[in-house]
C-alpha cells in the first residue's frame, strides 16, 4: 500500500502530555500515518506505546525495523535505536551515534521523511530541553512540507521548540489545544 502523506512529531521534556492530548482528539478514521519521535530512557523498552494508547482511538505501536508504512495507525520511535523512514515506505532502524545526546533522534526522523514524502509532510515540534528537531524542521521546509511548532510560552521546557522558531521559518506556532483542529484541516486542504 502506498502511502502518500505523513505525520511526524517531535518532542522530550514536557511533550508528553502534550502528546496525550493531541492524540485523543484524533478522529477513529484519521487515516494518515503519525509517527512519533519522543526522547525516552534508552533501557526502559516497554511501557510507553501502552501509556499512549490509553488516550487514543487510534492504534499506537513501535514498528519493526522494515515494517511497512499503514494508514491509520500512530508509531512511537523505540528506545535507543534511531527511526528512520524508507523510499519503498518501510522503517529502517539504525543504531548510529546519538544526535544532540538523543537516541532515537527527531533531526534523524524528521530528515528521512522530508527525503521521502517532500511537500507531503506535515512536521511538529513540542516541548523539550535542546536542540534535536531544529535540522529536521528546516529539511521538512525546504522540501516544501509544513512545519508546526508549538508555541514556545506553553511548553514546559522551551528550548526546542524556542531553537526552531529562531532559526527556521516555521509556518504554524500554535497552543497545544489548537494543533490538532489545524493538522486535521491542513490535511484535508494541503493534501
Same mark, same amino acid.
Given at each position: 500500500?502506498n502511502?502518500e502523506q505523513?505525520? @511526524?512529531i517531535g %518532542?522530550?521534556a514536557g511533550?508528553? *502530555?502534550?502528546? #496525550?492530548v493531541?492524540l485523543?482528539?484524533? *478522529?477513529?478514521?484519521?487515516?494518515?500515518?503519525?509517527?512519533?519521535?519522543? $526522547?525516552?530512557l534508552k533501557n526502559v523498552r $516497554? %511501557?510507553?506505546? !501502552?501509556a499512549? #494508547?490509553?488516550?487514543?482511538n487510534?492504534?499506537v505501536i !513501535? &514498528?519493526?525495523?522494515?515494517?511497512q508504512?499503514k494508514?491509520?495507525? /500512530?508509531?512511537l520511535?523505540p528506545? #535507543?535505536? $534511531?527511526?528512520? @523512514?524508507?523510499y519503498?515506505h518501510t522503517?529502517a532502524y539504525?543504531?548510529?551515534?546519538? @544526535?544532540?545526546?538523543?537516541? &532515537?533522534?527527531?533531526? /534523524? +526522523?524528521?530528515?528521512s521523511?522530508?527525503?521521502?514524502?517532500?511537500d507531503?509532510?506535515?512536521g511538529? +515540534?513540542l516541548? %523539550?530541553?535542546n536542540?534535536d528537531g531544529?535540522d529536521?524542521m528546516s529539511?521538512?521546509?525546504?522540501k516544501?512540507?509544513?512545519?508546526?511548532?508549538q508555541? *514556545?510560552? =506553553?511548553?514546559?521546557?522551551? =528550548?526546542?521548540?524556542g531553537?526552531? /522558531?529562531?532559526?527556521? &521559518?516555521?509556518q504554524y506556532?500554535?497552543p497545544? !489545544?489548537?494543533i490538532? *483542529? =489545524?493538522?486535521?484541516?491542513l490535511t484535508?486542504? $494541503?493534501?
Amino acid at each position: 500500500m502506498n502511502i502518500e502523506q505523513i505525520i @511526524v512529531i517531535g %518532542g522530550s521534556a514536557g511533550s508528553f *502530555p502534550v502528546v #496525550n492530548v493531541f492524540l485523543s482528539q484524533i *478522529p477513529r478514521d484519521f487515516s494518515v500515518p503519525i509517527i512519533l519521535c519522543l $526522547h525516552r530512557l534508552k533501557n526502559v523498552r $516497554h %511501557g510507553f506505546a !501502552e501509556a499512549l #494508547n490509553l488516550k487514543t482511538n487510534i492504534r499506537v505501536i !513501535e &514498528p519493526r525495523d522494515k515494517e511497512q508504512i499503514k494508514p491509520n495507525t /500512530v508509531y512511537l520511535a523505540p528506545a #535507543n535505536y $534511531h527511526l528512520l @523512514v524508507d523510499y519503498d515506505h518501510t522503517f529502517a532502524y539504525s543504531i548510529a551515534e546519538a @544526535v544532540r545526546y538523543s537516541r &532515537p533522534s527527531i533531526d /534523524v +526522523l524528521f530528515t528521512s521523511a522530508a527525503w521521502v514524502f517532500q511537500d507531503k509532510v506535515i512536521g511538529i +515540534l513540542l516541548s %523539550g530541553a535542546n536542540t534535536d528537531g531544529t535540522d529536521g524542521m528546516s529539511a521538512i521546509y525546504q522540501k516544501g512540507g509544513i512545519t508546526i511548532v508549538q508555541e *514556545p510560552s =506553553t511548553c514546559t521546557v522551551e =528550548t526546542m521548540t524556542g531553537s526552531a /522558531v529562531q532559526n527556521i &521559518p516555521v509556518q504554524y506556532i500554535l497552543p497545544p !489545544e489548537k494543533i490538532i *483542529p =489545524t493538522v486535521i484541516s491542513l490535511t484535508q486542504k $494541503h493534501f
